[in-house]
């Protein structure tokens, strides 16, 4: 497991930041994101879920983020 923390802009509200940390879940991830701090701390099997997934699927959401 790889424990990361992302840097996700574009948050602005507690909807926001739960609407990705579910997405994420729903791959397999265990995600915590803070929209006051424009932040998600991620755990994830990088054998199972790659790091560019991850990416990709908050991009899909419309928020960027960096590593």
Same mark, same amino acid.
């Given at each position: 497991m790889? #424990?990361?923390?992302?840097?996700? *802009?574009?948050?602005? /509200? *507690?909807? /926001? &930041?739960?609407?990705?940390?579910? #997405?994420?879940?729903?791959?397999? &991830?265990?995600c915590? /994101? *803070? %929209? &006051?701090?424009?932040? &998600?701390?991620?755990?994830?099997?990088?054998? #199972?879920?790659?790091?560019?997934?991850?990416k990709?699927?908050?991009? #899909?959401?419309? %928020?960027?983020? *960096?590593?």
């Open positions: 790889i #424990k990361k923390v992302f840097k996700i *802009s574009g948050m602005h /509200c *507690s909807s /926001c &930041a739960m609407g990705i940390e579910w #997405k994420l879940e729903d791959l397999g &991830a265990k915590k /994101c *803070s %929209y &006051a701090k424009q932040l &998600a701390e991620v755990e994830f099997d990088d054998q #199972k879920i790659p790091e560019g997934k991850i990709e699927v908050v991009k #899909k959401l419309g %928020y960027e983020i *960096s590593s």
